[in-house]
Structure formats: structure tokens, C-alpha cells
């Protein structure tokens, strides 16, 4: 289980989170909703190690990740797909996996290898293709796998959907959702809030660096408002 606490994380003097708390229990799926800005990209790199943590904690089966610096971390087992991607396009598909192993032994890896490719069958097809030359989706693909290799027990997920076709992204959620039988926690940021409440079990929302609200899936699943409350709302009118 990854247990966040009071946590509050920034860039030099800037508060980018305000005093977080929220757990990702194992082999279930939160998904960390939220208005452009609201401080969803920060929360997810400090967890990963790559924003400054001001204050609070991060825990990991128990283990405190305080002075845990990124590849600690993953050895410690969280596994990170960034906005973006940022694949190696210079890189052949094999070559991308290989470097996402690299906290493993060599017998792992290649376990953790094929895993990953039977989870997207599509990169076995192109596994010696420089990732550069691959398809939105299938570079997205990619950076999952990547991710997947160092053999997480927490994955943590930054707009999954942005730019890819319905298809994609259905496949991708699916990958997820398999991860999660496996008992693997996933946090997903996501800007499509409709594929994130069909798949998750639990919501959090942030709004101006604060979590304004933290709740099961099905409470707000199917709601056609829940979405343009959402994006109107502010700090003071959710604790109003």
C-alpha cells in the first residue's frame, strides 16, 4: 500500500501541494482528478522523487521513502509513467525495456520483459523499431512497459489518454485493470474523467494544491455533474 500524509511539495519557494493525505491500497486504482494547475503532476514526481517534499510523508508497504531519491524508489517499487512519455526515440523498443530494468537482475528483467510484452503484444511486433518511429499510442504503450519492467508494486500513471485514439486508451485502462488483478496499485492522473471513474475505485480530488475531496468511484460514477462540479469548484466552496 503507498501511504501519503500531510504532504506538501514544491519547486525552491513555490507550493505547488498543500498538505496531502490519501492511500493507494494494493491491487486497486485511484484516480487523481483534478482542473489543469491543481498540483496532480506535482503530487505524482514527489512521490516518485523528482519534486521536493516539504513536509509530511511517503510510505511504501510500511517503508518510509523520506531520503529515498528516484532510484531508490523504484527498487523500493514504484514504477512511473510521466506525462508525455519521454521514451528514448533514438532507442529501439528492446533497448527502451532494457533500461527500465535496470534496478533488476538480469533473470528478472527478462521475466518482468516478457510480462510486459504479453501485456502489449503490439511492442513484440516492433521490438527491434526505433521507438521514435512508433505510433502515439504505441510509444504510450512503451513508456507502460518501460515502467513495468522494474517490476512495481505501485504504478503511477500521468494522463494516460492525452492524445491517444478511444482504442488506445481503452487498451491501456485494460493493461491496468490486469495489473490490478496481479495485486499492483495504480495511480492514474487523468484529464478524462469519464474512463478514470469507469475504472477506478477511488477518487481524489485536488483544486488550488489542496485535496477538496477523496471518495469511492461509485459514489460519483455515472454522475453527469460530477464533472462540471469538478472543474468549477474551489477550495472554499468545497468546504463550504
Known amino acids: 500500500m503507498l501511504d501519503v500524509t500531510n504532504m506538501s511539495c514544491g519547486y525552491g519557494a513555490v507550493l505547488a501541494v498543500d498538505d496531502v493525505t490519501f492511500q493507494v491500497p494494493d491491487g486497486q486504482m485511484v484516480a487523481l482528478l483534478g482542473p489543469n494547475g491543481a498540483g496532480k503532476t506535482s503530487t505524482v514526481m514527489a512521490i516518485a522523487g523528482h519534486v521536493e517534499m516539504f513536509s509530511g510523508s511517503i510510505a511504501l508497504g510500511g517503508r518510509d521513502l523520506a531520503g529515498t531519491g528516484p532510484a531508490g524508489r523504484t527498487r523500493a517499487g514504484i514504477g512511473l509513467v510521466p506525462e508525455g512519455r519521454r521514451i528514448f526515440g533514438d532507442l529501439t523498443v528492446a533497448e527502451n525495456l532494457l533500461v527500465g530494468s535496470y534496478t533488476r537482475s538480469r533473470a528478472e528483467a527478462r521475466d518482468a520483459e516478457a510480462d510486459a510484452l504479453a501485456l502489449f503484444p503490439r511492442l513484440r511486433e516492433r521490438y527491434d523499431q526505433r521507438a521514435g518511429s512508433l505510433s502515439g499510442g504505441e510509444q504510450q504503450m512503451l513508456a507502460m ?74 459514489e460519483v460514477r455515472g454522475n453527469p455533474g460530477f464533472v462540471e462540479t469538478l472543474l468549477g469548484l474551489s477550495v472554499d466552496r468545497a468546504g463550504a
Open 145 to 218: 512497459a518501460r515502467a513495468l519492467v522494474s517490476r512495481p508494486s505501485t504504478l503511477l500513471v500521468d494522463e494516460l489518454s492525452l492524445g491517444l485514439m478511444p482504442a488506445v486508451v481503452h487498451q491501456c485502462f485494460e493493461a491496468l485493470a490486469a495489473l490490478k488483478e496481479r495485486g499492483v496499485s495504480c495511480l492514474v492522473v487523468e484529464q478524462n474523467t469519464e474512463v478514470a471513474l469507469r475504472y477506478a475505485d477511488w477518487v481524489c480530488v485536488l483544486a488550488a494544491s489542496k485535496l477538496i475531496h477523496s471518495g469511492p468511484a461509485a
